[in-house]
């Protein structure tokens, strides 16, 4: 088993992993009733310090090649290390959506695995944007549904009045240029 990536450890810190948020909630709901904190998977950058690469040999494409290669791999994201980067919000709703699929039993540790691609470089890359989408997922803000403004009877009915003695005036207007009254 090769690992690759994760040798800094010692020099990482917590530094700002997006490129660009969402600034405004207004144009960023699309047609889904919410908006994503993080703008696009492919603009959060993920420090090397916060995951570890191993590679490992298994299926998917390369014929009979796969049997003596190790092109799958296995990224490990340290929790721990990836909170300083995130806010605790996100981090919360990364432990809720992949407690039974991605994160281990005690939560410190995040596994994703890829192996469709021949080579084990591909397979890495792949990884890690399956993480960027995970981050990005847990990123999303539902809109908060407003309560009705009730409105007063009273003003209900003074508005209907004000519209009926708008078109009785009309209606006399009428009358009077057709000369019936």
């Not at 708008?166 to 207007?173: A, E, I, L, S, V």
Request: glycine residues 10%; charged residues 25%.
């Amino acid at each position: 088993m090769r690992t690759f990536g994760g040798g800094c450890r010692d020099r990482c810190e917590a530094a700002p992993l997006t490129i660009s948020l969402r600034a405004s909630h207004a144009n960023a709901v699309e047609g889904g009733g919410g908006y994503y904190r993080l703008a696009r998977a492919n603009q959060i950058a993920l420090d090397e310090c916060v995951y570890e690469v191993h590679t490992k040999r298994g299926g998917g494409p390369g014929g009979q090649g796969t049997n003596s290669s190790s092109s799958k791999v296995e990224l490990r994201v340290d929790m721990e290390m990836l909170s300083g980067f995130f806010e605790e919000e996100i981090m919360n709703q990364i432990r809720k959506n992949e407690s039974q699929k991605a994160l281990t039993r005690d939560g410190m540790t995040l596994v994703v695995s890829c192996h469709e691609h021949r080579s084990a470089f591909q397979n890495k890359e792949a990884c890690i944007q399956k993480v960027k989408k995970i981050i990005q997922k847990a990123s999303w803000v539902p809109l908060v549904d407003a309560e009705l403004i009730q409105t007063p009877s009273h003003t209900i009915s003074q508005s209907k009045t004000a519209r009926r003695i708008k078109g009785n005036f009309g209606k006399m207007r009428r009358v009077a240029r057709k000369g019936l009254w």
